[in-house]
Nanobody, 118 residues
Framework: QVQLVESGGGLVQAGGSLRLSCAAS????????MGWFRQAPGKEREFVAG?????YYADSVKGRFTISRDNAKNTVYLQMDSLKPEDTAVYFC??????????????WGQGTQVTVSS
């Protein structure tokens, strides 16, 4: 069973930075595409970034967010810089077996709250 545990959320001022982490309890981490999604109040969940055969970003975060992974630690990160109030959301980590990184995801974490104050 795949378990994903996010950490690193919090409250930050606009223009600041946060780094989210997601630890995955899987045997072959390198064979999973890993992604980050977010859901703001009253909105649908949206794709933020994915790491599989390639790296993908939503247009709204390109140049500000960076997804990376440490395969030795079974961990994926989301470095978020130049944060804006509209980045406020619950951020979810996701995993997809043998995925491309830009497709659908099978496994989800519980989410971590990110709040950006203006």
């Amino acid at each position: 069973q795949v378990q994903l545990v996010e950490s690193g959320g919090g409250l930050v001022q606009a223009g600041g930075s946060l780094r989210l982490s997601c630890a995955a309890s899987v045997r072959t981490f390198t064979l999973y595409a890993m992604g980050w999604f977010r859901q703001a109040p009253g909105k649908e969940r949206e794709f933020v970034a994915g790491s599989g055969r390639n790296t993908y970003y939503a247009d709204s975060v390109k140049g500000r967010f960076t997804i990376s992974r440490d395969n030795a630690k079974n961990t994926v990160y989301l470095q978020m810089d130049s944060l804006k109030p509209e980045d406020t959301a619950v951020y979810f980590c996701a995993a997809d077996w043998m995925g491309s990184g830009s497709g659908s995801y099978d496994y989800w974490g519980q989410g971590t709250q990110v709040t950006v104050s203006s």
